[in-house]
């Protein structure tokens, strides 16, 4: 099981920026991927962005492209989603989660075993 644990969420202005953090423990040798979603009040929890653990390839979402980066550090076993230009509609819980590689593609929910609780993004108007 690997344990993830998100940090860096808050309160921001619209135009504002944000780097949340998804620090990584447990059997993280086994981790395909780690990937970063988020659920609007109301609304499904969607796919944002990805970074396979070994390699680096990432990727992101069409609709936060340009304006939001995944990026990991092994060293850290952390990953980062920066988020700039922030709307009132990225106002979400934001979760990272890890992926197993086994089925399913790092854009589907259901590849990813592990979750973290969760930290909450407000971005006012």
């Known amino acids: 099981q690997v344990h993830l644990v998100e940090s860096g969420g808050g309160l921001v202005q619209a135009g504002g920026s944000l780097r949340l953090s998804c620090t990584t423990s447990?059997?993280?040798?086994?981790?395909?991927?780690i990937g970063w979603f988020r659920q609007p009040p109301g609304k499904e929890r969607d796919f944002l962005a990805a970074v396979r653990w070994s390699g680096g390839d990432t990727y992101v979402e069409d609709h936060v492209k340009g304006r939001f980066t995944i990026s990991r550090d092994t060293a850290k076993n952390t990953v980062y989603l920066e988020m700039n230009s922030l709307k009132p509609e990225d106002t979400a819980v934001y979760y990272c989660?890890?992926?197993?590689?086994?089925?399913?593609?790092?854009?589907?929910?259901?590849?990813?075993?592990?979750w973290g609780q969760g930290t909450q993004v407000t971005v006012s108007s």
């Open positions: 447990g059997r993280t040798s086994r981790t395909y991927a």
């Open positions: 989660a890890a992926h197993d590689g086994l089925q399913y593609t790092i854009f589907e929910s259901l590849g990813y075993k592990d």
